[in-house]
């Protein structure tokens, strides 16, 4: 279906129309975080005025913001859902504020300047019970990384496979990929603000988001999940956890982004 190109206040839009929901690719410049224009993907309920709650979903460490579009069918299950879902392009920065490169703010663009264009150019509800955060791998990690830290804005988190142990397993990792990372998390990494244990820890019942974790268990992460699992579970934190056969694949994201969607709908009141 042919769509239509357009500029608003220096916001570029290429909207479309899809089999299930109106779909559109929007690009800005994130002042405060990167410095650069950003591409995040919207789609859009196509009937309705709104305003509408956003889940935010990320994307794995090799991929942009047209992989949840390209590889799964999010469209289709989201499709009789009064809900807007926001997909953006994060590279790889893991959802953090870089402690090597200050133009990699990756964090503050995801919590501050992504959240100022959503809640300016469509009609949301403009608060933590209207927003919700997903994300597969580095993305889950991502979504429970900043769920936990910042309550104020999202009300559930949801992880897909998430490198959830990131800072205690990779970080520490003596393999040369593992130099990446730790110039990404800084020398004080674990125990830090992007270790997921540590603010799990301290995060205050009665602000925590409602957290939904998943992996399949031949996926070369799922011990990792499982340690999270049962941190939460000595920290007495409630969550969704669930294992069933699966690998770290796009088969099993589709399957499980279909099964989440209605947790998440529920949260945000609409399910």
Not at 105 to 122: C, S
Not at 161 to 185: C, K, Y
């Amino acid at each position: 279906m042919p769509g239509h190109r357009r500029e608003y206040d220096g916001i570029s839009f290429y909207a479309k129309g899809s089999q299930y929901m109106a779909v559109c690719e929007i690009h800005f410049n994130s002042d405060n975080a990167l410095e650069r224009m950003v591409s995040v993907n919207v789609i859009l309920p196509e009937t309705g005025t709104g305003p509408f709650p956003v889940y935010y979903l990320l994307h794995g460490l090799s991929d942009d913001h047209t992989a949840w579009q390209r590889r799964t069918s999010v469209e289709r299950y989201a499709e009789n859902l009064p809900l807007i879902i926001v997909m953006p392009n994060s590279g790889r920065g893991f959802y953090t504020d870089s402690a090597l490169n200050p133009k990699d703010k990756y964090e503050t663009f995801v919590t501050r300047d992504l959240i100022q264009r959503v809640d300016t150019l469509f009609r949301t509800i403009p608060t933590r019970e209207g927003r919700a955060i997903g994300g597969l791998s580095m993305g889950g990690y991502g979504a429970v990384k900043l769920a936990l830290k910042h309550p104020d804005l999202y009300s559930a988190a949801v992880s897909h496979s998430g490198v959830l142990a990131m800072i205690t397993h990779n970080v520490q990792s003596q393999e040369p990929w593992a130099r990446e990372f730790a110039d990404l998390f800084g020398p004080n990494a674990i125990g830090g603000p992007n270790d997921v244990h540590t603010l799990a820890e301290k995060s205050d019942p009665a602000t925590r988001p409602a957290l939904w974790i998943d992996c399949g268990t031949e996926d070369f992460l799922f011990n990792q999940n499982e340690e999270m699992h049962a941190y939460f579970q000595t920290l007495g934190i409630a969550h969704e956890y669930f294992t069933m056969p699966g690998d770290h694949n796009w088969a099993f994201w589709d399957q499980q982004i279909q099964e989440a969607l209605p947790w998440v709908a529920k949260n945000l009141g609409i399910g």
